[in-house]
């Protein structure tokens, strides 16, 4: 029996304090590079582990992370409260109606993204030798959980460099994000019916297996029908009731990712799996407010994920396990299968070659996800700790160099002065309406002249449409609602300001008060990007402030023209 004593409770603290603070303190400094914070979670892991202070001062590295079983157990399961919060999280922010929506492609490419990197690592895995086998797993199994963890990109990875990138909001944004979601989705289901084969092995009977694979589609089909609707409801009656905000969703969502992880538990398949489909759920209700999510999302990200991260750096020796020619093995499979996979799916959804490109760029990077799922395959046996420590390297690589990539192909755009389509009549200095719908609507009869022969009501439709698919709102008071129209010869944007400011359920909770109108031709599908680019370089935080503040659409527009100048000798400095 191991009884928690005050010298446990002593080192716990110390532990999580050490860990924490150095993650928290080196993400933000990799955070100002460009980089993922993921990154500096695991090199505060290797410092303390086995690999760099255990080889300084292994009494130091013992005292500080005993192997007392009670002492592992305490941190171990903050650890993995983190991991389990952390795919709440993840389901929570993917965005599964708007991927449905666009489904007609989106699925096209995702079904491309799932099956031709399985083909690309699953024949050369079968070939590696016995010694990176786990000791539970067969060369099958182990081809089947490699290949499987090689179809997995990152999605809050990739979500963060369209965000620096300032593309998220474009339709390319939309498709590479729908995807990613199908995806995600499609292959946890594809690893949960792989965990029923490794079941078998282990002695689950084939009927056991039948159940565990029909159960675990069952309870996805349910969680994402039926079952979000059901949490709608009764965070609706919630709020009726007046529970106090945002602690009552809150405790409502986790109780949600608890249950569905129990439920997940039952049918046989592992605990994450739940909490993902759970966020998934809870993430589609209307009445979940962004700042919930955003406190939730603040509260997971910058407290437990760290220290799951950071664990895994304390548990494995990553220079005694790492293999230089089985880590370029892995990065080689993963990029090119991962990268062959979105091309293709690019090019027969009909994207142009460079927009393709983009999309595969986009899908490099493993993240998060993938060491997670390496995890699991290194705790049923399948895998050694040799192939784990290659895939945590191949993730965080990709995950570095997905940015500078696609940031590359961006600079293959011909830029083009956006504010030569906003002259001075297409400025509304003072919106009257109060909503986002009446205000797309109010801009669109403005532009009734502008947009000849082309019908108003279609045009307002279009873009009516395209912000039910994914709010165009972005962070600091702005929103760039936009479509792209058949026979529009040039592009054509409109600029509006609410001066009481709007609520437009953006990521931040603030206010829209600065609305983009952005229209373009179908055929000129590189404008979008090049607008909604140059509009996110111009509007810095000082421009911003004068164009509110500038009485006159001739000022405001003076203020927009000298801010675009600015941006420009800033990129030549």
């Not at 016995?130 to 797993?137: A, L, N, S, V």
């Amino acid at each position: 029996m191991h009884l928690m004593t005050e010298t446990h409770i002593l080192i716990f603290l110390l532990q999580v304090a050490l860990l924490l603070g150095f993650a928290r303190a080196l993400g933000e400094v990799f955070r100002r590079f460009g980089q993922p914070s993921i990154t500096a979670e695991i090199l505060v892991g290797i410092f303390f582990g086995p690999t760099i202070l255990g080889r300084i001062s292994p009494e130091a590295q013992e005292w500080l992370f005993p192997k007392d079983e009670a002492q592992v157990k305490m941190l171990g399961t903050m650890a993995w409260m983190g991991i389990l919060l952390f795919l709440l999280k993840a389901g929570l922010e993917t965005n599964f109606a708007t991927a449905w929506r666009q489904r007609h492609h989106a699925m096209r490419l995702s079904l491309c993204d799932l099956t031709i990197p399985m083909v690309i690592a699953f024949i050369p895995c079968l070939f590696l030798p016995e010694i990176y086998m786990g000791e539970d797993g067969s060369p099958v199994m182990f081809a089947l959980f490699v290949s499987v963890i090689m179809t997995i990109s990152a999605l809050p990875v990739t979500a963060r460099v369209l965000q620096d990138l300032k593309i998220y909001r474009t339709d390319l944004g939309l498709l590479i994000m729908s995807a990613l979601t199908i995806n995600d989705v499609a292959g946890w289901i594809v690893f949960a019916i792989i965990l029923g084969f490794v079941n078998e092995e282990m002695g689950m009977t084939p009927v056991d297996m039948i159940f565990v694979v029909g159960a675990t589609l069952v309870f996805a089909t349910f969680c994402l029908s039926l079952g979000s609707k059901w949490f709608n409801k009764v965070l609706g009656v919630m709020q009726d009731w007046k529970v106090p905000e945002p602690s009552g969703s809150l405790s409502l969502v986790v109780v949600t990712g608890l249950l569905c992880g129990a439920a997940t538990t039952w049918i046989g398949i592992h605990a994450l799996f739940g909490f993902f489909i759970g966020g998934i759920m809870a993430g589609e209700a209307v009445n979940l407010s962004q700042r919930t999510r955003h406190v939730f999302s603040q509260l997971v990200q910058a407290i437990l994920v760290p220290l799951f991260f950071a664990a895994i750096g304390l548990k494995l020796d990553f220079l005694e396990n790492f293999d230089f020619m089985l880590v370029l093995f892995i990065l080689g499979i993963g990029i090119v299968g991962r990268y062959l996979a979105a091309y293709v799916g690019g090019r027969l959804i009909g994207q142009p070659s460079l927009h393709s490109r983009l999309i595969a760029d986009a899908h490099i990077p493993g993240g998060e996800m993938q060491i997670i799922i390496g995890m699991l395959a290194l705790e049923y046996g399948v895998i050694t700790e040799t192939v784990y420590v290659a895939i945590v390297f191949g993730a965080i690589f990709t995950s570095v160099i997905s940015g500078p990539l696609m940031e590359r192909l961006l600079r293959q755009i011909e830029k083009i002065d956006w504010l030569a389509f906003l002259p001075v009549d297409h400025v509304l200095p003072d919106l009257q309406s109060r909503n986002p719908e009446d205000v797309i609507r109010e801009i669109c009869l403005h532009a009734g002249e502008a947009l000849e022969p082309h019908d108003l009501e279609a045009v307002t439709q279009a873009v009516l449409h395209r912000e039910g698919e994914m709010s165009t709102a972005l962070e600091d008071c702005m929103a760039v609602p936009h479509a792209r129209l058949e026979g529009l010869a040039r592009p054509v944007v409109f600029f509006g300001r609410s001066i009481q400011g709007i609520d437009w359920n953006s990521a931040d909770g603030r206010s829209v008060r600065l609305i983009f109108l952005i229209l373009t031709p179908k055929d000129q599908p590189d404008a979008q990007i090049q607008i909604l680019q140059g509009i996110a370089k111009t509007l810095r935080a000082e421009v911003r402030n004068k164009v509110c503040e500038a009485p006159t659409g001739t000022e405001i527009l003076e203020q927009l023209r000298a801010g675009s100048i600015e941006s420009a000798k800033r990129k030549k400095h």
